[in-house]
């Protein structure tokens, strides 16, 4: 496994969860490690991503304020932490790495490297 994604689960709605996600070697985490999510019978979407150099975050319009984005540099792992939960926050998270651009972070196109994505359900 290239990419480990862990930390979903269920949760009910306003609560937190953190996920994780470790790259098992340093040359695939690219330049930039971030999440999407998957929500049921929809496209995958850009959720967060930061830059390794410099700790830029960049957010969907739908979770800025709410989720934050984090790394550790050492351990070659980001992580997300989710607050204020919604059950709009239901789907299947992943994490992926690019070397691409910080102009396209929120393209899934520019994304290489992925994790095998971890649930998160949010109920009422």
């Known amino acids: 496994v290239q990419l480990q994604a862990s930390g979903g689960g269920l949760v009910q709605a306003g609560g937190s969860l953190r996920l994780s996600c470790a790259a098992s070697e340093r040359t695939l985490r690219g330049n930039a490690m971030g999440w999407f999510r998957q929500p049921p019978g929809k496209e995958r979407e850009f959720v967060a991503t930061?830059?390794?150099?410099?700790?830029?975050?960049y957010y969907a319009d739908s979770v800025q304020g709410r989720f934050i984005i984090s790394k550790d540099n050492a351990k070659n792992t980001v992580y997300l932490q989710m607050n204020s939960l919604k059950p709009d926050d239901t789907a299947v998270y992943y994490c992926a790495s690019t070397w691409g651009v910080q102009s396209a972070y929120r393209d899934v196109n520019l994304y290489r490297y992925w994790g095998q994505g971890t649930l998160v359900t949010v109920s009422s």
């Open positions: 930061i830059k390794w150099s410099g700790g830029f975050t």
